[in-house]
């Protein structure tokens, strides 16, 4: 078994898990490629577990250019989700700014059904779905403000600021070169900094588990019990994960 892999067992990843991984291919510090190390994550998942990728456009689909190609856009998230998307077997759910792709044997079902959502991170997202399938968030790299995942309990609970009033139409073009066009809710977050990091102070071993693969720290959680604990939290106060933005 390789080093990597071992860490990676290690960290709490198991033989048929479902896992989305947001990466810093940086702070791995490695050699390896990124095609390297994502073959690596999935000989720990094996063939009858699933990986995840964000595969997030926001940056270059937005409402002035609002073109979306489930084959062309490239993720605006890093290497390691533009290599996954070209390799073997990976799928791609249809969304205009928070497209997911997936590889292994869950793929299909995760992201065939986001199309059917008009929000970002929506009931049908494979952010949300990952909870009906017991899965684990891994953040590869001091990243865990990234964690998307929260949008879509933000949504749930309707916190004020997370999206838009006024919906957006795309043009979507899927594999066959067919184009749609569909409106969406776009997220807000104007005069909020998102604090993901706050996470932390809500759940404890082994809902979230922290080590080190190659030379990066990363963090595993259930996204069940993140479910659970953050809306909890946002029962208490709903503007727990953000705070608002002091202008100078």
Same mark, same amino acid.
Not at 29 to 58: C, H, I, K, R, W
Not at 100 to 117: F, K, P, Q, Y
């Given at each position: 078994m390789s080093s990597i892999r071992k860490q990676l067992q290690d960290l709490g990843i198991a033989p048929g898990?479902?896992?989305?991984?947001?990466?810093?291919? =940086?702070?791995?510090?490695?050699?390896?490629?990124? +095609?390297?190390? %994502?073959?690596?994550?999935?000989?720990?998942?094996?063939? +009858?577990?699933?990986? %995840? %990728?964000?595969?997030?456009?926001?940056?270059?689909?937005?409402?002035e250019n609002p073109f979306f190609s489930i084959v062309e856009s490239a993720p605006c998230v890093g290497i390691l989700p533009k290599t996954f998307m070209k390799m073997d077997g990976v799928k791609r759910s249809m969304h205009p700014t928070h497209s997911?792709?997936?590889?292994?044997?869950?793929?299909? +079902?995760?992201?065939?059904?986001?199309?059917?959502?008009n929000t970002p991170v929506g009931?049908?997202?494979?952010?949300i779905?990952?909870?009906?399938?017991k899965g684990k968030l891994l953040f590869v790299g001091d990243i865990l403000h990234s964690c998307t995942f929260m949008h879509g309990l933000e949504e749930i609970v309707n916190t004020p600021y997370v999206l838009n009033e006024d919906m957006t139409e795309y043009t979507l073009t899927d594999a066959t070169g067919k184009t749609s066009r569909k409106s969406y809710?776009?997220?807000?977050? =104007?005069?909020? +900094?998102?604090e993901y990091t706050r996470i932390r102070d809500i759940l404890t071993y082994p809902d979230i588990r922290t080590g080190t693969v190659c030379a990066a720290p990363c963090t595993l959680i259930d996204v069940n019990k993140l479910k659970t604990a953050a809306l909890e939290r946002f029962q208490e106060d709903i503007l727990a994960f953000v705070s608002p933005i002091t202008l100078p």
């Open positions: 898990d479902v896992v989305l991984m947001h990466s810093s291919m =940086k702070a791995l510090g490695t050699d390896l490629t990124s +095609e390297g190390f %994502l073959l690596e994550l999935m000989q720990v998942l094996t063939n +009858e577990g699933t990986l %995840l %990728l964000p595969a997030l456009t926001y940056e270059t689909v937005t409402p997911v792709c997936a590889w292994g044997l869950r793929a299909s +079902e995760l992201t065939r059904e986001h199309i059917n959502d009931p049908n997202s494979p952010f779905l990952l909870t009906d399938y809710y776009t997220h807000n977050f =104007k005069g909020w +900094e998102q």
